[in-house]
C-alpha cells in the first residue's frame, strides 16, 4: 500500500522498507504491519492528544518526572510548548516502559526504535504468522482460561517487581501470541512506588483478568489476587516465585477517612481534566 505520510519519514531514513497493510486504528493510535529486510514488523502511530480519549491523564501524569521546572511549569500551564512536551513524554513512556519489562522478562513486543511519534516493534503473531487476535476475539475453555489467567497474574507480578503498573490491562490490551499471551498498549503504564493511584490501578488491571477469564471458569469470580498482590509488594515480600492463593483477608477495624477523601479528590481532578479536554 502507499505509505501514510506519518511513516515516509520513517521510509527515508530507512528503518522501514516498506507498508504492508492497516492493522488497526484504535483508541489512541493507528497500526501498520511494516517490512524492514526480510523481517515483518509493527508500526504505532500515536494519534494526537486532541484525538485521543484520554481517560484518566491525571493518574497517568502524576509523577512522571520532568526534571527540567521551565518544562514543568510549561506543561502545567499547558502551552503550546508545555502541550508539546506532554505529548512527547505520553509518547516515550511507552517505549521506556517496553525497554524496562523486556529486560525484566514479562513477555511485551520487543521495541527496535521511536521515531518521530511511531514506535516500531515486534509484530506479535499467531501460529500461522498472522498478527495475533486480542484475547476479546478469542473463545477459551475452562482449564484454558484458568491457565491464561494465571500466567497473565504472574506476568502482573513480573511488572511490578520492576516497578511497573499497566494501567489499562484487558482483554483488548492483550494478544494471544502463537506461545501464549502477550501484554501490550502502555503509554499510560505508571511508576508502582511513585504514584499515588498505583494501587488503584493495579486493583483494577487484576479485576479486569478475572472478569474476563471469569466469563469462562465462573469460579475465578470469587478469587482476590489484586488485594494479595498490593499487600505482598507493600510488604516487600513479592517475587515471581511467591505461590498466590488468590484469598485476601481484609484488615477490619476503623475506615480510613484520609483514604477515602483522597479517592473522592482523585475523582473530581479526573472529571476536572475530562471536562478540560472536552472544551
Ligand atoms: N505488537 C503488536 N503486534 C500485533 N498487533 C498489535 C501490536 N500492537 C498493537 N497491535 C494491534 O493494534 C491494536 C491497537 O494497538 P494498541 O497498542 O492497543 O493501541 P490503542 O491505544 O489504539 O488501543 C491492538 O488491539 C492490536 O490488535
Ligand atoms: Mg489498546
Redesign the pocket.
Known amino acids: 500500500m502507499k505509505a501514510p505520510p506519518r511513516l515516509q519519514s520513517l521510509i527515508d531514513e530507512g528503518l522501514i522498507d516498506t507498508v504492508v497493510r492497516q492493522?488497526?486504528?484504535?483508541?489512541?493510535?493507528?497500526?501498520y504491519v511494516v517490512r524492514v529486510g526480510d523481517e515483518t514488523r509493527?508500526a504505532?502511530i500515536y494519534?494526537e492528544a486532541t484525538q485521543r480519549s484520554f481517560r484518566q491523564a491525571v493518574d497517568y501524569t502524576e509523577n512522571r518526572k520532568v526534571k527540567n521546572t521551565r518544562l514543568q511549569r510549561a506543561m502545567a500551564k499547558g502551552t503550546r510548548f508545555g502541550r508539546q512536551a506532554t505529548e512527547a513524554a505520553w509518547q516515550s513512556a511507552e517505549v521506556d516502559a517496553l525497554y524496562r519489562l523486556a529486560a525484566a522478562g514479562v513477555r511485551v513486543?520487543v521495541p527496535y526504535n521511536f521515531h518521530d511519534g511511531v514506535l516500531l516493534?515486534?509484530?506479535?503473531?499467531d501460529e500461522h504468522g498472522d498478527?495475533?487476535?486480542?484475547l476479546n476475539d478469542v473463545v477459551f475453555t475452562p482449564a484454558d482460561a484458568r491457565m491464561h489467567h494465571a500466567t497473565l497474574l504472574v506476568e502482573v507480578v513480573r511488572m511490578l517487581c520492576a516497578g511497573v503498573v499497566h494501567g489499562d490491562l484487558s482483554e483488548?490490551?492483550i494478544?494471544l501470541g502463537a506461545d501464549g499471551p502477550?501484554i501490550?498498549?502502555?503509554?499510560q503504564a505508571v511508576d508502582a512506588a511513585g504514584n499515588n493511584h498505583a494501587q488503584r490501578m493495579l486493583l483494577r488491571d487484576v479485576a479486569n483478568l478475572r472478569a474476563f477469564f471469569g466469563r469462562f471458569a465462573p469460579e475465578l469470580l470469587h478469587t482476590e489476587h489484586g488485594h494479595e498482590i498490593w499487600d505482598l509488594y507493600e510488604r516487600g515480600v513479592l517475587n515471581t516465585e511467591v505461590a498466590l492463593t488468590g484469598r485476601f483477608e481484609r484488615k477490619g477495624g476503623a475506615v480510613d477517612v484520609g483514604s477515602v477523601m483522597r479517592e473522592i479528590d482523585d475523582a473530581r481532578a479526573e472529571e476536572n481534566a475530562r471536562r478540560l479536554r472536552v472544551l
Open positions: 492493522l488497526m486504528s484504535g483508541k489512541e493510535a493507528m497500526v509493527c504505532k494519534k513486543p516493534m515486534e509484530l506479535v503473531t498478527a495475533a487476535p486480542r483488548f490490551n494478544l502477550v501490550i498498549d502502555l503509554p
